[in-house]
């Protein structure tokens, strides 16, 4: 399990690595609707750097490369590994603003490459926020995906 959740770190860092101060920082300097089109725009902005680098596909690659340790760790083989790395679908991970009423849930802190970073899980499943780097970047989560996400909290 922890090899999922290494991997899942190693996407969040090299997100964040990659878009920096694109990323999503939920300051709340401005007041209501301009505020939100600020959120939506950084997330636009962070979305398309993400898709012109390529990043989700390495992501993919770094779980095929890790998929006998995945399976070690998880139990998980076959048909069986192939649905859950399916169901994490990696490319259907979009960047975006963090609902105002969102309450964290978890903090779970690692290293990936030599650089510390941590994911935060709230009480709304749908979302997960990444720091790395001083900056964050929260993500929406797709919904096959979510059912791992309380997970996390045995990689502590």
């Known amino acids: 399990m922890k090899k999922v959740l290494g991997a899942l770190l190693a996407l969040a860092v090299i997100v964040v690595g990659a878009t920096g101060v694109l990323a ?3 300051s709340g300097a401005l007041p209501g609707p301009l505020s939100n089109a ?3 725009a950084k997330a636009t902005a962070t979305n398309a750097a993400i898709d012109a680098s390529g990043l989700k596909d390495r992501v993919k690659d770094v779980i095929q490369a890790n998929r006998d340790g995945i399976a070690a760790a998880t139990g998980l083989y076959g048909d069986e590994l192939d649905a ?3 169901d994490l679908a990696i490319d259907s991970w979009k ?3 963090l609902p105002g009423d ?4 978890s903090t779970l802190d690692g290293v990936y490459a030599g650089i510390e970073g941590s994911i935060t899980t709230y009480d709304d499943p749908g979302y997960i926020t990444v720091s790395a780097y001083g900056q964050n970047v929260t993500f ?6 979510q059912a791992y996400l309380p997970y996390l ?3 502590q």
Do not use: H, K
């Not at 969102?102 to 849930?105: E, I, S, T």
């Not at 929406?140 to 995906?145: D, G, H, Q, R």
């Open 24 to 26: 999503l920082s939920g």
């Open 38 to 40: 600020v959120e939506g």
């Open 84 to 86: 859950a790395i399916d």
């Open 95 to 97: 960047a975006a603003p």
């Open 102 to 105: 969102a309450q964290p849930v």
């Open 140 to 145: 929406a989560v797709p919904e096959s995906a």
């Open 153 to 155: 909290a045995l990689a």
